[in-house]
């Protein structure tokens, strides 16, 4: 893996979600509605997506400013999207939970919760009808990201359930950040409850389920590496618990008109008062953590690792300004796109 | 043209449309047996078992499944087994397949065709009778077709599988072993085009799916009585064919919608809403609707039988537009 490349993707996602979290504060009334940050799961995001190659595809859920930027997509047009602008990714019509850019491979989101995941299993049975049908295009893989709360629903458990049976070429990423909004992993999961790694589910459907560390983008790439490798080899789907800490609160606030949208503290901090898990996920943030590794490792030199830093800054000012600039959508093409 | 039953026009419509397009498959509950109906009977022997998926009882997944696939570029032919199990698979169908086009600035398509069947009429109770067709069609995004003959059943099957988006097909299982003469092979009828059953001059009826052969039913013994009715079958309510419907109101002056499903929130009520905005002064009587009783569908025959809506109601709704009988008797 190209680890200075995937430090600069980590960095570049998180200066991206700073500024969709700024934009609340800097350019008020400029993003309506719902948004939901991936900081803290740099690691997981970039660690997995390094595992894949040009044809595979990725879906996730409405947390999912992340993937897109790591696939390629260009930041100014996700930004864009976030801010309801005609130049947006999807011209407007989708928004911060509906990013989707099928040329490089992200396939979209569902806005409810666990309900991508049947869409990203028959992406990867498209993918091995492709695979059977044409030696250019064999292989191909699908991840499927999504949280530990989707895993409580039933289209989870289907959709694993027929990967397995099928041997489809899908990796499940449950990105675990043990918060459901403002409830615990343990007041809604069997598995937590009992003390055990969410990953067990795995074992109802017969395949590889492994936990990790979510926050250490070589062991998320190593992990990924081996179930793509699996995936494209034709023996079927692997489910990984990607343990994460989401740095923001689960999403920005909701607030009626006139008063301005901002973001909130975590719940850990609000709902349980527990400032101490806050403060002590705040020091295992993945960025700087992944930087020390780097540094530490003579991969990368401070002043170097600032080159980066500097560079995001400044790609993702452009990002701002260019979704600043863009018009608002005509309000004639509303209609647009009810039918293909 | 070949005699086929409706379910024989329908396995038949789907093989022609496996041969003609590698993207192509089937995928549903028993599909391969050829599901109870017989819809599907005969595809996987010609197509094999990659092409024609018996899934796991996991209707959400399936449609998922389908959509994804679909987005990816594959042309499933989804079978819900019956209408009643799509509540499973509402979510996939509602918040997926219909916006996924519209959400993604008209980047993504959804190509997939989900068929399934309602009605009662077989004794098979509450929940594997229903006609559920007003939800869907109050879903933008979705195309929302019911036949009520073989040879369309055939030729909107093909349209629906052509179609670029997601198209949901209700067909009706008491149809399914009526016969008449299909196109061999079959060809499309465009999606959002009526069909004049019967001309009449006096009274206009729009029927859907079963309701289209009772109120064809009604028509003749009124005509007996001198009341000529005309008989209009939408084919599909989303897109609805509203000129020929209002174009023919025009000329009778007076409506009668028919269908299956309760009149409560029914389909019926859009399309006399619709009329009424649309042909107000040509009116000379309130539309008047058919349909099931506001309740769950019983499965006594006595008591199915006295619930199911069918051409004694027609009649008596036309004879009201005409001022002939009460309305109340409704």
């Known amino acids: 893996m190209d680890r200075v490349g995937t430090y600069r993707q980590m960095v570049r996602i998180r200066e991206f979600e700073e500024r969709v979290k700024r934009s609340f504060a800097e350019h008020p009334g400029v993003i309506r509605g719902h948004t939901h940050l991936a900081d803290g799961a740099e690691a997981s995001i970039v660690g997995s997506i390094a595992a894949l190659r040009p044809g595979d595809q990725v879906m996730a859920t409405y947390r999912c400013h992340g993937y897109p930027i790591a696939l390629g997509s260009d930041p100014g047009a996700l930004m864009a999207e976030i801010y309801g602008r005609t130049t947006g990714i999807c011209g407007g019509y989708g928004g911060s939970m509906h990013l989707a850019d099928p040329a490089h491979g992200f396939l979209g989101t569902s806005g409810i919760v666990g309900q991508s995941i049947p869409q990203a299993t028959g992406a990867a049975y498209a993918a091995q009808v492709r695979s059977a049908g044409s030696a250019a295009r064999t292989g191909d893989v699908v991840l499927c990201f999504f949280g530990d709360g989707a895993s409580k629903q039933g289209a989870f458990h289907e959709s694993l359930n027929i990967a397995s049976l099928w041997k489809l070429p899908i990796v499940y990423v449950m990105e675990n950040n043990s918060y459901s909004v403002s409830v615990r992993v343990e007041q809604e999961d069997a598995n937590a409850a009992a003390g055990e790694p969410l990953a067990t589910k795995a074992k109802a459907y017969s395949m590889p389920g492994v936990t ?43 607030a009626p008109p006139g008063v301005p949208l901002h973001y909130p503290e975590h719940e850990a901090v609000t709902v349980f008062g527990d400032v101490a898990e806050y403060e002590a996920a705040k020091r295992g943030d993945p960025v700087p953590r992944y930087r020390g590794a780097l540094v530490t490792g003579g991969v990368l030199d401070a002043a170097a690792a600032d080159a980066i830093v500097a560079g995001a800054v400044a790609e993702m000012q452009g990002a701002v300004d260019f979704a600043l600039a863009s018009p608002d959508p005509d309000p004639a093409a509303a209609l647009r796109f009810v039918h293909a | 043209m070949t005699d086929l039953t409706y379910a024989k026009a329908i396995s038949t419509t789907i093989a022609q449309a496996m041969r003609a397009d590698p993207d192509v498959f089937v995928l549903g509950e028993d599909v391969s047996a050829g599901g109870p109906f017989t819809t599907t009977a005969g595809l996987v022997e010609e197509f094999g078992a990659g092409r024609v998926i018996d899934t796991p009882i996991s209707e959400a997944a399936i449609c998922g499944v389908a959509v994804g696939a679909a987005q990816s570029g594959l042309r499933p032919v989804l079978e819900i087994m019956y209408v009643d199990f799509i509540t499973l698979a509402l979510d996939q169908l509602v918040n997926q397949a219909a916006k996924a086009h519209f959400m993604s600035g008209g980047q993504l398509s959804v190509p997939m065709v989900l068929r399934t069947q309602g009605g009662a009429g077989q004794r098979a109770g509450a929940q594997h009778s229903q006609s559920l067709e007003a939800w869907l069609t109050h879903v933008p995004g979705l195309t929302v077709v019911m036949p009520s003959g073989a040879a369309d059943a055939a030729g909107l099957l093909a349209s629906a599988i052509a179609s670029p988006g997601p198209v949901v097909v209700v067909e009706n299982k008491v149809l399914y072993f009526r016969r008449e003469p299909v196109p061999d092979p079959v060809e499309p009828i465009p999606l959002g085009r009526a069909a004049v059953r019967r001309a009449g001059r006096d009274v206009t009826v729009v029927a859907l799916s079963r309701m289209v052969g009772e109120a064809l039913t009604a028509a003749e013994e009124l005509a007996t009585e001198g009341v000529e009715v005309e008989v209009i ?32 929130g029914g389909f019926g009520a859009e399309v006399a809403a619709a009329v009424q905005h649309a042909a107000f002064d040509d009116l000379d009587a309130p539309v008047e609707r058919v349909g099931a009783p506001f309740q769950p569908i019983p499965l006594s025959p006595p008591l199915e039988d006295a619930y199911l809506p069918g051409a004694a109601g027609i009649r008596d709704a036309v004879l009201a537009t005409l001022g002939r009988v009460p309305t109340s008797t409704l």
């Not at chain 1, 990790?212 to 179930?227: K, P, S, Y």
């Open chain 2, 233 to 264: 079958d939408p084919r599909t309510l989303v897109p609805l064919d509203l000129d020929t419907i209002v174009g023919s109101v025009r000329r009778t002056n007076r409506l009668v919608v028919a269908h299956e499903a309760v009149l409560h």
């Open chain 1, 212 to 254: 990790i560390d979510g926050g250490d983008a070589d062991v998320v790439h190593a992990t990924l590496a081996e179930a793509v490798a699996r995936a494209r080899a034709g023996e079927g789907p692997t489910l990984v618990e990607s343990l994460v800490y989401r740095l923001s609160a689960h999403g920005n606030s909701i």
